[in-house]
C-alpha cells in the first residue's frame, strides 16, 4: 500500500511539471531550436530532475520538443511551414466534428455551443486591446472545442485539444491581424447557422474557409510570432 501512495505522489508530481513546462512550450519561453536546460528547470521549478526528464519525454511526444539522442531536447522549430501544417490538420479534424455533431447533438447541446459565441459577437466593431484579443481567442478556442465535445467522438476531441494547444501561440497572433478581425465575426455567424440547422456540407466548406490558412499569412504570423519571441513585441 506505501508503494501504491509514493508511486501516485510520484505520478501526480510529473504531471504538475509537465503541465507547467507545456505551459512554458505554448507561449515559447524556449526559443525556438534552443536546447532545453533541465538544471536550470529542476532549480526553476523546485523539483528533481527525474520528473523534469519524464515530463519533457511526454511534451516531446506531443510535439512541444524535440528529443536528440546523446544531445538533450530542444523546443519546437517555428516555421510558415510549420504553422500551416498544424492549421491544415485542425482543419480537417474540425470538419470531422463538426459532421458528427450535426448528426448526433441534440438542440439543447446546440445552442449551448453557439452561446459561447454569440456573447462575443454581439460586441462585434468594438476597438479591444491586445489583452481582450487573447481572450477572445480563448472563447474562439472553447467554441469549437464544445462543437468537438458534442460530436461525441472522444478521439477527435483529444486530437483538437492537442491540436489547440500546440497551435495556441499563433491562433491568437492570426486573430488579432485584421483581415482576422474583419472576417470572425461574419464566419462564427455562417457556421452557427449551419449548426442549428444541421447543414452538414455547408458548414464543412465554412469550416475549411474559417481555419485554412494561406501561404502567405503563414508567413506574416511566423515572422510576428518570431518578433515577439526575439524582440518582446506585443
Not at 519546437?76 to 485542425?90: A, H, K, N, S
Not at 462543437?147 to 485539444?161: F, G, P
Request: hydrophobic share 40%; charged share 30%.
Amino acid at each position: 500500500m506505501v508503494v501504491a501512495k509514493k508511486t501516485s505522489r510520484s505520478a501526480d508530481s510529473v504531471d504538475k511539471v509537465y503541465e507547467k513546462i507545456k505551459s512554458l512550450a505554448i507561449e515559447y519561453h524556449f526559443r525556438p531550436g534552443e536546447r532545453v536546460n533541465e538544471m536550470e528547470l529542476s532549480s526553476q521549478l523546485g523539483v528533481s530532475r527525474t520528473p523534469i526528464r519524464e515530463a519533457l519525454n511526454r511534451l516531446s511526444q506531443d510535439g512541444f520538443m524535440n528529443f536528440v539522442p546523446n544531445r538533450g531536447f530542444y523546443s519546437r522549430d517555428l516555421t510558415p511551414e510549420g504553422v500551416r501544417e498544424l492549421y491544415e490538420v485542425r482543419m480537417i479534424i474540425e470538419q470531422a466534428t463538426f459532421r458528427f455533431a450535426c448528426l448526433r447533438a441534440s438542440d439543447e447541446e446546440i445552442a449551448r455551443t453557439t452561446a459561447i459565441w454569440e456573447s462575443v459577437s454581439q460586441q462585434q466593431g468594438k476597438e479591444r486591446s491586445a489583452e481582450e484579443w487573447a481572450s477572445i481567442a480563448e472563447i474562439d478556442e472553447q467554441f469549437h472545442m464544445e462543437i468537438a465535445r458534442i460530436s461525441r467522438n472522444s478521439r477527435l476531441y483529444e486530437m483538437l485539444e492537442s491540436l489547440n494547444s500546440l497551435s495556441r501561440f499563433f491562433r491568437r497572433i492570426d486573430l488579432e491581424t485584421p483581415v482576422r478581425r474583419n472576417n470572425a465575426y461574419d464566419e462564427h455567424v455562417e457556421i452557427i447557422a449551419a449548426l442549428r440547422q444541421r447543414d452538414v456540407e455547408k458548414g464543412v466548406v465554412l469550416m475549411e474557409q474559417h481555419i485554412s490558412l494561406s501561404a502567405e499569412h503563414a508567413v506574416e504570423v511566423t515572422k510576428e510570432g518570431l518578433a515577439r519571441i526575439y524582440i518582446g513585441k506585443k
